[in-house]
């Protein structure tokens, strides 16, 4: 098996899935050192400090609700199989495994001489206890609904784990890559109340330190790490909660690797100083942002209001405005490129007369001439809310909210921190409309987001979508094991989605990573820059933090 720390599933933003054949980096800034730096020698050692906007919520991987903690957990924890850098899956603890002609059996085998961190040695018994752990009632778990489809589990000896579907699931296989938790330390405890919540124990390439709430989260190496111990130190993420502060603690050297604004990218960092110290990439985003509706809320309830707000936004102007051109339009869940995109679905180009008239078929009319409708008595007003920390959003709100102003839409953009955001507005379904985004992962099933058993308390379909023929298509797409049978019934999954507006789609962003220049052995892939995160290093006359 190739020795890749490859791309799991998990994590609040990494919910909707489908498959990025076509991704690949399209930019990176050019290096004048390069040849120095393919000569230098790897070296153990230094530390690298990354920024995230957002603290992380829980460190268990069944837990870990939101990108935040998904992203420390990926580097604690491992799962059977991953995507490889080219998007194809591949073995982690598992070194193999037997696929029945039918796709309704698994069989597992697994790595011998795995260790947990804390010396325990990992067996099927493990595998087989996370299973059990994610179908428990009592696990307060969204990811839960793939694992419900086994109907038999078994773990024969200590490096076999087996699995038996009733029917086939098109995601089965990449559904166990998953990570696996250590039964030991779990076993017979109540997982909500675990200390692993925020001290966790893992198989991965790096071992948790400490956490200091809102202030920054510490991983060191793994050395007995079954792939080879990565050649960083230690990884040190520190919670900065705004982005314009984030890059200046980046411009001044408190931090090695963040994600850049479009601003950032594009203006802020193409003097000689910085290109010296950093390097850019430029990649399409494994996500998409968009406006929700809560359809529970009255004024969202006819088709015909959202589809007259989708026509009121200007894409282009957001794409160019927010984005400033780094950047696609997106119309529906699936990314442009990728294998199940319909690219022949409803649009909604922006035309505000055309909303004037949809809201008025819909009974909102200006009865006052105050230039604001109404409709029995009362205003078309509502609150859009988002996260602190993400600009984009912020921007995008700010566009919308005066463009739907200018059809006579009252609009109030409220940010809120995120665990707060989280907890109170978007969990409870405590909001009238969001702007939030998805990531997008690698198989098409979207089950999780979209089907109408999942508009409960903290489930992911918050803004209570339901409809019957969307329901028989994600049930017929997860059974359905043929790509091309497959494409058909999510092409026409996409033209509901297109015509019911339970979203409008917004755009799907560019990726924009930096790193320091001194940490070698990046490799720019379909998969993105952290696909091989273990192999990167720093020579040791470039080390900046000693042991």
Request: charged fraction near 20%.
């Amino acid at each position: 098996m190739k020795s890749l720390f490859g791309l799991r599933l998990g994590g609040w933003l990494v919910f909707v899935l489908l498959v990025l054949l076509s991704v690949g980096c399209r930019q990176h800034e050019a290096d004048p050192s390069v040849s120095e730096r393919l000569s230098a020698r790897p070296e153990a050692g230094d530390t690298i400090i990354m920024g995230t906007i957002g603290d992380a919520s829980n460190l268990l991987p069944m837990l870990a609700s939101d990108a935040s903690s998904s992203e420390v957990a990926g580097l604690v924890y491992n799962g059977l199989v991953r995507y490889d850098k080219n998007l194809q899956i591949e073995g982690e603890l598992a070194e193999s495994w037997e696929l029945s002609d039918d796709g309704c059996e698994i069989i597992f085998h697994l790595r011998h001489g795995v260790s947990w961190h804390d010396g325990v040695p990992f067996t099927s018994a493990d595998v087989l206890f996370t299973y059990q752990l994610m179908i428990d009632p009592k696990t307060p778990t969204a990811y839960a609904e793939r694992y419900k489809q086994v109907s038999a589990a078994s773990a024969p000896d200590p490096y076999t784990f087996c699995v038996h579907y009733d029917k086939p699931l098109a995601s089965a296989l990449i559904s166990w890559s998953l990570g696996i938790c250590p039964k030991h330390l779990l076993e017979g405890q109540d997982v909500t109340a675990s200390p692993l919540n925020r001290s966790p124990v893992g198989t991965g390439p790096f071992r948790f330190v400490t956490w200091q709430p809102g202030e920054k989260i510490v991983l060191e190496r793994n050395p007995d790490y079954f792939e080879g111990a990565p050649w960083i130190q230690r990884v040190v993420y520190r919670i900065i909660p705004d982005l314009t502060t984030m890059f200046l603690e980046l411009q001044s050297g408190g931090l090695d690797q963040m994600g850049l604004t479009p601003l950032q990218y594009a203006r802020q960092t193409d003097g000689p100083a910085f290109r010296r110290r950093f390097s850019k990439y430029r990649y399409p985003a494994f996500a998409y942002t968009y406006l929700g509706y809560n359809l529970h809320k009255p004024m969202f309830q006819d088709k015909r209001v959202r589809q007259a707000i989708s026509h009121a936004i200007n894409q282009q102007e957001l794409i160019d405005g927010v984005l400033l051109g780094l950047g696609q339009p997106a119309t529906g869940p699936y990314k442009p490129g990728s294998w199940p995109y319909n690219g022949q679905v409803k649009r909604y180009d922006y035309n505000p007369q055309r909303a004037r008239e949809l809201l008025a078929q819909a009974g909102w009319q200006d009865a006052d001439g105050d230039g604001w409708l109404e409709r029995e008595g009362k205003p078309f007003s509502f609150t859009i809310v988002t996260n602190q920390g993400n600009d984009q959003r912020i921007k995008a709100g700010e566009i919308i909210q005066r463009r739907l102003q200018e059809v006579g839409i009252k609009v109030q953009l409220r940010v809120i921190e995120w665990a707060s955001f989280l907890k109170e507005f978007i969990h409870p379904g405590n909001f009238e409309a969001t702007l939030l985004g998805w990531t997008v992962p690698m198989d098409p099933d979207g089950y999780n987001v979209w089907h109408s058993s999942k508009t409960g308390k903290g489930q992911l379909n918050f803004i209570s979508f339901k409809n019957e023929r969307v329901d028989e298509l994600l049930e017929l797409g997860r059974r359905t094991l043929g790509r091309a049978q497959r494409k058909k019934i999510y092409a026409e999954f996409q033209q509901i989605l297109a015509e019911e507006v339970p979203y409008t789609f917004l755009f799907v962003p560019d990726s924009l990573p930096v790193v320091a220049r001194r940490f070698h052995g990046i490799e720019e892939a379909p998969a993105g820059i952290m696909h091989n995160f273990i192999h990167w290093y720093v020579p040791k006359d470039q080390q900046k933090f000693l042991r």
